[in-house]
Nanobody, 124 residues
Framework: EVQLVESGGALVQAGGSVRLSCAAS????????IGWFRQAPGKEREGVSC????????YYGDFVKCRFTISSDNAKNTVYLQMNSLNAEDTDVYYC?????????????????WGKGTLVTVSS
């Protein structure tokens, strides 16, 4: 059981950067895979990046193109998503999600717990 709270969503100009944070409750943070997903209006939910805190495996969506970096601070029970070189296509609600154990990919249907989302809007 874990509760997730996202923060860091903002309005940013094209080419700018934001860092999203996902703070998790509980004392078993190391046992979870944490992922970032996004869903824009009229589009399906897609995986942005996932990190397995127990095994260290990291996944990035193909659309990221080396612009995003996921990291984890286990001492703070927090996962970050650094997003650089943002463009209008990155305008989405970004969700933090957790799965107990490891996953083979970064698919929304594998996740068990979800945050409420944080909005990133990129203006051009």
């Amino acid at each position: 059981e874990v509760q997730l709270v996202e923060s860091g969503g903002a309005l940013v100009q094209a080419g700018g950067s934001v860092r999203l944070s996902c703070a998790a409750s509980g004392c078993t943070f190391d046992d979870y895979t944490i992922g970032w997903f996004r869903q824009a209006p009229g589009k399906e939910r897609e995986g942005v990046s996932c990190i397995g805190n127990s095994d260290g495996d990291i996944y990035y969506g193909d659309f990221v193109k080396c612009r995003f970096t996921i990291s984890s601070d286990n001492a703070k029970n927090t996962v970050y998503l650094q997003m650089n070189s943002l463009n209008a296509e990155d305008t989405d609600v970004y969700y933090c999600a957790a799965h107990y154990g490891v996953v083979g990919a970064c698919d929304y249907y594998d996740m068990d717990y979800w945050g409420k989302g944080t909005l990133v809007t990129v203006s051009s």
